[in-house]
């Protein structure tokens, strides 16, 4: 039945987010409508946590829950390091109860995570 899984990121400049994130995922992309493109993603999970339902977007006329997007890796020192170099900001590691984690910047000024999982992934 479900074929595959598409994130939106919303973003106050698209543009620039879009190539930072183009950088960082080194994927494989089409074009979508002008000046935007749909890139592929590794593989992926998703998890439902506890929210207190003021978190959403409207899409498409309709009220879609909110999302918190973080990328994973097997070494966030490395990561953190790579991405700086490539000109990416990122905020320094920190720990948490799934692992020790960080935030990637975008021109935007919004951000995403990063983090290296403590725990068992679905993605093996």
Avoid: N, W
């Amino acid at each position: 039945m479900v074929t595959g899984l598409h994130v939106l990121v919303y973003s106050t400049d698209p543009d620039a987010d879009q190539d930072v994130l183009q950088r960082i995922l080194k994927c494989r992309s089409v074009p979508a409508e002008p000046g935007r493109i749909i890139m592929a993603l590794p593989p992926a999970e998703v998890a439902t946590h506890l929210g207190d339902g003021g978190f959403t977007q409207v899409h498409a006329d309709r009220e879609l829950l909110g999302a918190v997007l973080y990328l994973m890796c097997d070494d966030l020192d490395a990561a953190i390091r790579e991405l700086r170099e490539d000109g990416v900001a990122c905020s320094d590691p920190e720990d948490t109860e799934f692992g020790p984690k960080a935030t990637i910047v975008l021109p935007s000024g919004g951000e995403i995570g990063l983090y290296q999982p403590s725990h068992e992934t679905a993605c093996g």
